[in-house]
């Protein structure tokens, strides 16, 4: 009969009884991390591996609770979180202090690292990057430091909830029914996490990826397996005897599914890491390979390798950027610098005596935590107050205002106003000039500020943006946001009834979409699929009729140039390098790739109804840049991509004349 051996691979007792393999396969799960981090055509579906070191967290976590039996609750809670502390705070303090300081000196830009890792101290820098409606496969989160961070933070408020579990079910008294009732209270939690995770990806991939309530399931997972393998169950006989390697080869083909498999990789590689750790035995091929010494060691320094390869990568990209004859040496410096980490703080801060009590212990680790948190904050400040002068000097800034400065009536773009419920924006305030209304995703907010400086000339006129996150969602058919942050609920009809309430015959609206939010034709699809097509066209013919109902007029904006390839970050990368080849594009090219969308337009076009395409202003001799003609100062701010603050109104002329053309002039004339 089949009864796994329960094991501590970091043991701090003689109950334990170390198992290798674990830690074997924590160097499966890091590697195949770090060669997507590296470059995701390697190993597509390699960030797994994280979901890899859920189960092993959930399984260790367990396995050394039920060797600690424990008659009081202080006691027990004490032991445990000084023994988290012991284990996690050293590296990552290391980790963020040093990273914070590099960060600070070579990135342009250091504010969003150094807030993330200011919260990943804290434990909650997946919070933070959420609430930043972060895109965590979006190339732009590569320039983050910290990103990486948010798994750390999913397992410490998990580590929040499950020690109170096992001390409630009465698990840490090590009694059968203890045992039981832990298993049905975790089952129960992670059906739930589950079905969670599921349901909102779909809708709200940032949401399901980075909070740990939608995350709990998998480590829940690790948990009920080793509740599990301590009973004598036939069918785990029949699991115990299959062949480890086929199951790590499963594994692998995984691994290079596409991102459209997401949610079904996620829960595989779960169900398959919980079969390898059952049935690797001793004697296989794979148990060979995973005990193996240097696969052992390159599992013990995994933590520290985990930690180190993200920011090496992500200065790597500010700098020297990510090169097959780089790799060698970036990948030398990584684990030399988990080694120093492991071999000088991890391991022996972790096996040290830090205070004679759990208590102490406990103080001196949050006390190093807010000691590493004001030196970091000293370096967040001065990025804050250098952070206007040095992004107007390379041209970073992808928007045009900050929040605040320009008022609600005037610039209303979500989640950039964070502070302003986007209801609060549909309020018609000043009703003594006509109005042009620019709304749409980002792209719209590339316009504004040429179509402000266009208006001038019709001093009758003033331009509003009315832009928000929720209508991604609402062109795509989806009226609810779950919990995506700076989202409106029924956002798209909110605007119907706000421009059937304030939309009079002389004004106008601008429409403008970034073709990389739908599926066209001529272009790979990513998260969403060419059905949205009809959608998308169907809501843009929604706006049209209120618009003909009102005596109105609309613009329809193609979208500007495609410049940069797809892993290409930000043109500031490239023109550092001086290799701007990647960031250049045929015009033919880059009008094709945006064809479906423009079909679209053209197909709407009718009296009240204008086309306006800004694609070959930005475009020289029929090639499109980053940078504007005739010098080196970068027209981007990104690569999604969105005019820099540098260049505001670099479409203003063409604006004012469009504007005139269609007889705005004459519309003032007539006020």
């Not at 980075?210 to 599990?228: A, I, K, Q, S, Y």
């Not at 106003?417 to 209304?437: G, H, M, P, V």
């Not at 060419?530 to 005596?551: C, H, M, P, S, Y």
């Not at 009296?607 to 010098?631: K, M, N, R």
Request: hydrophobic share 45%.
């Amino acid at each position: 009969m089949f009864k796994l051996n329960i094991s501590d691979p970091y043991p701090t007792n003689t109950t334990s009884t170390y198992r290798p393999e674990i830690d074997g396969l924590r160097a499966f799960a890091v590697i195949a991390v770090i060669l997507n981090h590296f470059n995701k055509t390697i190993l597509p579906s390699g960030y797994l591996g994280v979901d890899i070191f859920f189960v092993i967290s959930g399984f260790v976590i367990t396995s050394s609770l039920a060797n600690r039996p424990s008659k009081n609750i202080r006691e027990f809670l004490l032991g445990f979180y000084t023994r988290r502390i012991k284990r996690l705070v050293p590296a990552l303090l290391l980790f963020v202090l040093l990273t914070s300081v590099v960060t600070f000196f070579l990135n342009p830009s250091p504010t969003i690292s150094l807030q993330t890792g200011l919260t990943a101290l804290a434990g909650f820098s997946n919070i933070f990057l959420l609430n930043q409606a972060t895109d965590y496969f979006a190339p732009a989160t590569e320039l983050n430091s910290f990103t990486h961070t948010w798994s750390l933070g999913v397992e410490e408020q998990f580590y929040l909830v499950f020690p109170i579990l096992v001390w409630l079910t009465g698990f840490s008294q090590a009694s059968n029914r203890g045992a039981k009732r832990l298993f049905l209270a975790i089952a129960t939690l992670s059906i739930i996490s589950l079905i969670g995770f599921t349901t909102i990806y779909p809708n709200s991939q940032a949401t399901a990826y980075f909070l740990m309530p939608t995350r709990f399931w998998e480590m829940g997972t690790g948990c009920l397996l080793c509740l599990v393998a301590q009973r004598n169950l036939k069918w785990l006989d029949r699991i115990a005897q299959m062949p480890p390697l086929l199951i790590v080869a499963v594994m692998g083909i995984v691994m290079f599914a596409p991102l459209k498999f997401a949610v079904l990789a996620t829960f595989a590689i779960v169900i398959l890491t919980s079969v390898l750790i059952l049935c690797l035995r001793s004697g296989t091929l794979a148990y060979k390979f995973f005990t193996y010494r240097y696969t052992v060691g390159i599992g013990l320094l995994s933590y520290s390798l985990y930690l180190w390869h993200w920011g090496i990568l992500s200065i790597s990209r500010w700098t020297i950027g990510l090169h097959w004859w780089s790799f060698p040496f970036q990948i030398a410096l990584i684990f030399l610098l988990a080694w120093l980490s492991y071999r000088y703080f991890e391991s022996p801060l972790r096996r040290a005596t830090w205070a004679p009590s759990h208590w102490k212990t406990i103080s001196y680790g949050l006390g190093s935590i807010i000691s590493g948190a004001f030196i970091i904050s000293v370096f967040l400040i001065a990025s804050l107050q250098n952070t206007n002068s040095s992004s107007q000097l390379l041209g970073i800034k992808s928007r045009y205002e900050d929040p605040g400065i320009l008022h609600k009536d005037i610039y209303c773009h979500l989640p950039k106003n964070i502070n302003t419920a986007f209801e609060d924006c549909l309020q018609q305030t000043d009703k003594s000039k006509r109005t042009i209304y620019v709304i749409g995703d980002s792209h719209a907010t590339n316009h504004f500020p040429s179509i402000s400086e266009a208006l001038k000339s019709f001093p009758n006129f003033k331009a509003k943006v009315l832009s928000e996150w929720g209508l991604i969602f609402a062109f795509r058919g989806i009226n609810t946001c779950g919990t995506q942050p700076s989202c409106m609920e029924n956002g798209f009809q909110k605007y119907l009834d706000f421009f059937q309430a304030n939309l009079r015959p002389e004004d106008f609206i601008v429409f403008s979409w970034s073709r990389d939010w739908n599926a066209l034709p001529g272009k790979l699809p990513r998260a969403y699929n060419r059905q949205q097509l009809g959608t998308f066209k169907d809501k843009l013919e929604q706006i049209i009729a209120l618009v003909k109902n009102k005596n109105s007029a609309i613009i329809l904006v193609d979208d500007i140039p495609k410049t940069c390839e797809e892993d290409v970050l930000f043109p500031l990368e490239i023109l550092q390098k001086g290799n701007l080849s990647s960031c250049t594009t045929a015009a033919t090219i880059s009008k094709r790739d945006r064809q479906g969308l423009t079909d679209i337009y053209l197909s709407l076009v009718r009296p009240g109804v204008y086309y306006f395409d800004p694609h070959d202003y930005l475009c020289q001799a029929e090639q499109c840049g980053i940078l504007l003609s005739g010098t080196n100062d970068l027209m981007y701010g990104d690569a999604s991509p969105h005019i820099s603050r540098k260049h505001p109104h670099i479409l203003a002329q063409p604006w004012h004349d469009f504007l005139q053309s269609i007889g705005v002039s004459r519309q003032a004339s007539r006020l």
